[in-house]
T-cell receptor, first 108, second 115 residues
Framework: DAKTTQPTSMDCAEGRAANLPCNHSTISGNEYVYWYRQIHSQGPQYIIHGLKNNETNEMASLIITEDRKSSTLILPHATLRDTAVYYCIADGFQKLVFGTGTRLLVSP | DTAVSQTPKYLVTQMGNDKSIKCEQNLGHDTMYWYKQDSKKFLKIMFSYNNKELIINETVPNRFSPKSPDKAHLNLHINSLELGDSAVYFC??????????????FGPGTRLTVL
């Protein structure tokens, strides 16, 4: 699995967009980029994943650079319930390797 | 409807005891996992089963023995519990897509405290 680097923490005002960056410069061609989050004391929750193209679902958007060395998770209108640790994972084979993630604090 | 469920939610026990944590998924997935999250919040995979067959064993001590009676269940049995086993244990399941780790659905976790 490729190593990922994320900021330790970020703040966001409620209602604003939260843009969470992730570097994965050693990602290989067949590795997907996955985003999960963990709200306090709960199990991790899948958000979105992508390979090359940008992706959007009901929770978020994923922007992957053309060289695939970095990506950004966008929560378009952050709410207080989006406060969580967000994990960016460059998938290898059969398993997810969680790093330290970004602690996102959404404030009123 | 609970997709991935674990029992018990909390488990407090003495050192040296043997305990089990149960996991069930109703998603029809073929693959199930156990993860451990320690006090520093690092989340690490322990085991993975696909159709009742062990496919990942991440250098976990032999005291940990996963058992999969069918593909909807993956239980974790721990012998001779040690203080360092205190952690939150998460079960997860996923569908398979040509062997790639697919979207995983996690259970609510079991907080194990060894005294």
């Amino acid at each position: 699995d490729a190593k990922t680097t994320q900021p330790t923490s970020m703040d966001c005002a409620e209602g604003r967009a939260a843009n969470l960056p992730c570097n994965h410069s050693t990602i290989s061609g067949n590795e997907y980029v996955y985003w999960y989050r963990q709200i306090h004391s709960q199990g991790p929750q899948y958000i979105i994943h992508g390979l090359k193209n940008n992706e959007t679902n009901e929770m978020a958007s994923l922007i992957i650079t053309e060289d695939r060395k970095s990506s950004t998770l966008i929560l378009p209108h952050a709410t207080l319930r989006d406060t969580a640790v967000y994990y960016c994972i460059a998938d290898g084979f059969q398993k997810l390797v969680f790093g330290t993630g970004t602690r996102l604090l959404v404030s009123p | 409807d609970t997709a991935v469920s674990q029992t018990p939610k909390y488990l407090v026990t003495q050192m040296g005891n043997d305990k089990s944590i149960k996991c069930e998924q109703n998603l029809g997935h073929d693959t199930m996992y156990w993860y451990k999250q320690d006090s520093k919040k690092f989340l690490k995979i322990m085991f993975s089963y696909n159709n009742k067959e062990l496919i990942i064993n991440e250098t976990v001590p032999n005291r940990f023995s996963p058992k999969s009676p069918d593909k909807a269940h993956l239980n974790l049995h721990i012998n001779s519990l040690e203080l360092g086993d205190s952690a939150v244990y998460f079960c997860a399941s996923s569908g398979r897509d040509r062997g790639r780790a697919d979207t995983q659905y996690f259970g609510p976790g079991t907080r194990l405290t060894v005294l």
